[in-house]
């Protein structure tokens, strides 16, 4: 390789000066290559000693002292005018990572025709990772060497083009200084800009600017200004753009197409997994603004687990699948492919399976937890064995028995006790499948089942029903929990006129929508009825007499609605077996009596701690009046409930997520660190990606930020500023 003279110009900056030189020495061929220092007169008296010190110490250091202060242009000019070889400008207030200059020249000597090459760094705007066009802080968990590391091996091998080179750290072929000239110190001596006039005559003369992409340098560089440094940095702007016309567009195209964000991503996602578990859930949905009981959960994970260890949510949405990265104070999605199919046409799916391998090998996944198998394929369990990785699932309905989901025949009643059932009529109504599969289905979720390291359920009676088909499965129970604070509520019905029944929650034909229908035509002036969420029955969206219709809620209000509106009991009418319900959970930490139908892990959860009644399942609305009356009635039986509930322990959230924690963080089977940076640059190649977006404090001090300024700030025209919105996250 041809030798290079690294050239330091050095203005005092002695908290940085050894640093520097020391990273330099330590991590540097300088047999090939030397050093040359110059004094930019500083005024530290602790810079020249040192300085001599080392020139002393090393044979490959050259120190050349300044009579008088000539900045930053003039000290380069000098040094490269002293070197006879390949020149790397340096800024004293770097660090560098071992084979950065072998990995530099590489990249110069490439091609022919290339002037300059800049590595990538924490602080250099265009070149900035892993938030591109601003300064990033060092990653905390990991040392600079790890980081460096990090940055080779996920590194693209390609030719990133650079409108300008960046002068805090720029390697410069002699071939190119001998055809361009120096800088220009005539106009540029005062600094800001002079890089940017050598990149773009170099341009002239057919030269490349390019980017270095398998390394990084750290560069301190202080970002506050003063005013007359501002002042210049505009001034010498307006040089450039009447020098370049061209200037604006070329690096409003950078912005806007932005090449290293894919590097960016890449980096960033590495910085995120690195020394952390990462856990894949998998889910049917995950629209969080309408929580449904499985997405609940799920997001109650997160929330109680994210802080300890990555996880991410792989679930379909408006046709393609997602990645949601939730790491401990950031969220990252991607999208990853197209759903090849909706419905249910296969069990397996190789294109799938594929980007399921990528996941696992580019996330570096631990543990993969099922929460529900809509849109997703069998491969996944095969996948996790291939990888010797932990495997979960969790059934949250009956979607294991039936792809009816709530086991309900042709939506009137549960079906599992009938004995005359036309499955295929049922399954029609219901998907788009005509024959009855039920039998098949089975079989295939039998075997699937199997394959598990734990199947887990969230109540007893879900567990009861399970193996009830599948004995050979072992299943665990796990109930959920919930977020709430102390009640105070102080429920009572005596002194009443009427008691107050509330309906949580969304009400569908499953959830007992036809019965609720029914009886609120009732009328009973002993019964005012109270619904709080949305309902697929239109009848039931207006208020009438003894009925108020409350529609939708946020989840952390329900218990202040339920007080305001002194509610004494809620209904629970579902007429298939729920296997959890978290409304009776918030019923009960509400301090509200519950009654339900006679089934499910509702009924089984009230009956076996006595908090609330229970009645057979019936179309008929007065059965269900008259039980409703009695309970008005009994008023001993009521505080009786009530001081059940008091006494019941409601499980918190952070239980739950203790309990899950505790699952994901036994018997570590695969290696934390490291990279697979092909499996990532696979998935973020293929990706039309989302990344956090920036606020706009942070998109203000990008667009004032010094360097910013001079690349590209100078009368930026508005669809640039729109650009860097949108680019940088």
């Given at each position: ?159 990133f ?19 361009v ?6 106009t ?71 090449p ?26 995950w ?15 997160v ?20 990645l ?19 419905g249910i ?63 309900l ?27 009855n ?40 129970v ?29 009400v ?39 009925y ?16 305001e ?137 990008i667009?004032?930020s ?24």
């Open positions: 390789m041809n030798k290079c003279d690294i050239i330091i110009p050095i203005y005092n900056a002695f908290d940085c000066l050894e640093k520097c030189l020391d990273s330099i020495i330590e991590n540097t061929n300088l047999e090939e290559n030397s050093i040359i220092c110059i004094n930019d007169k500083s005024t530290d008296d602790r810079v020249l000693p040192l300085l001599k010190k080392y020139e002393k110490k090393y044979k490959f250091i050259k120190l050349l002292e300044n009579e008088e202060n000539k900045g930053f242009v003039g000290t380069v000019n000098r040094g490269m005018q002293y070197s006879k070889n390949d020149v790397l400008l340096l800024n004293s207030d770097t660090e560098v990572e071992a084979g950065w200059l072998d990995n530099i020249k590489k990249y110069a000597y490439s091609q022919p025709k290339i002037a300059s090459v800049t590595p990538l760094s924490n602080n250099a705007t265009l070149v900035s990772v892993p938030v591109g066009l601003q300064r990033n802080e060092l990653p905390k968990n990991m040392s600079f060497k790890e980081y460096a590391k990090i940055v080779n091996e996920t590194a693209y091998d390609e030719t083009e650079l409108p300008t080179a960046h002068g805090f750290c720029m390697y410069i072929r002699r071939e190119a200084l001998d055809i000239g120096y800088f220009d110190e005539k540029f001596g005062k600094g800001y800009g002079e890089e940017n006039d050598f990149s773009f005559r170099a341009l002239d003369y057919g030269f490349k600017n390019i980017l270095c992409p398998n390394t990084i340098v750290y560069h301190k560089e202080s970002q506050s200004f003063s005013e007359k440094r501002a002042k210049l940095v505009e001034e010498h702007g307006k040089i450039l753009q009447e020098r370049y016309p061209v200037y604006n567009t070329r690096v409003g195209l950078w912005c806007q197409n932005f290293i964000k894919k590097i960016c991503e890449n980096i960033d996602y590495q910085i995120k997994l690195h020394n952390k578990k990462n856990v894949l859930m998998l889910i049917h949905d629209d969080i603004n309408h929580l449904g009981g499985t997405t609940m959960h799920v997001y109650d994970i929330k109680a687990n994210r802080k300890k260890m990555n996880i991410h949510i792989l679930a379909p949405s408006n046709g393609i699948y997602k949601y990265s939730y790491f401990e104070d950031s969220e990252k999605v991607i999208n990853l492919k197209a759903i090849d199919n909706s046409l296969s069990y397996y799916n190789n294109s799938y399976k594929k980007m399921l391998e990528d996941v696992i090998e580019g996330f570096r996944i631990n543990t993969i937890h099922i929460h529900h198998m809509i849109s997703h394929y069998f491969d996944i369990i095969d996948v996790a064995k291939m990888h010797n990785i932990k495997s979960i699932i969790t059934l949250h309905d009956l979607y294991a028995l039936c792809p009816t989901i709530n086991m025949y042709k939506m009137e009643e549960y079906c599992i006790p009938l004995k005359d059932k036309k499955c295929d009529e049922c399954i029609h109504m219901k998907t788009s499948l005509r024959n599969i039920v039998p098949s289905w089975q079989e295939e979720w039998n075997k699937f089942l199997q394959k598990f390291d734990r199947v887990i359920v969230p109540s007893e009676n879900t567990k009861k029903i399970i193996n009830g088909y599948y004995k050979n499965v072992d299943i665990e796990i109930e959920h929990g919930i977020e709430y604070e102390e009640n105070n509520y102080n429920n009572s019905i005596e002194e009443k006129d009427a008691i107050d029944v509330a309906i949580v929650g969304v569908s034909i499953h959830k007992g929508g036809n019965i609720l229908k029914e009886l609120v035509k009732v009328n009973n002036d002993k019964i005012r009825i109270h619904l709080f969420g949305a309902t697929e029955i239109k009848e039931l969206e207006k208020s009438r007499n003894n108020i219709y409350h529609g939708r809620y946020e989840r952390k209000n329900l218990p202040k609605l339920l007080k509106n002194n509610i004494n009991l809620i209904c629970l009418l579902s007429i298939w077996p729920e296997t959890y319900s978290y409304t009776l959970t918030e019923s009960i930490a509400s301090n509200i009596p519950v009654l339900s139908f006679n089934i499910g892990a509702i009924a089984d959860r009230i009956s076996k701690n006595d908090l609330g009644w229970t009645i057979p399942i019936t179309k008929n609305v007065k059965e269900l009046e008259k039980k409703i009356e009695d309970i008005f009635d009994n008023k001993d039986d009521f505080k009786k409930v009530l001081k059940n509930i008091n006494d019941y322990h409601v499980k918190t959230i952070e239980e739950m997520g203790k309990d899950y924690y505790e699952i994901y963080n036994k018997d570590e089977l695969i290696e934390l660190n490291g990279t697979n940076s092909e499996a990532m640059k696979r998935i973020i190649e293929k990706s039309c990606y989302t990344t956090e977006t920036v606020s706009s404090s942070e998109a203000a001090w667009m004032n010094l360097r910013w300024k001079i690349v590209s700030k100078i009368k930026v025209p508005e669809f640039m500023k729109k650009i860097i919105r949108k680019v940088v996250r």
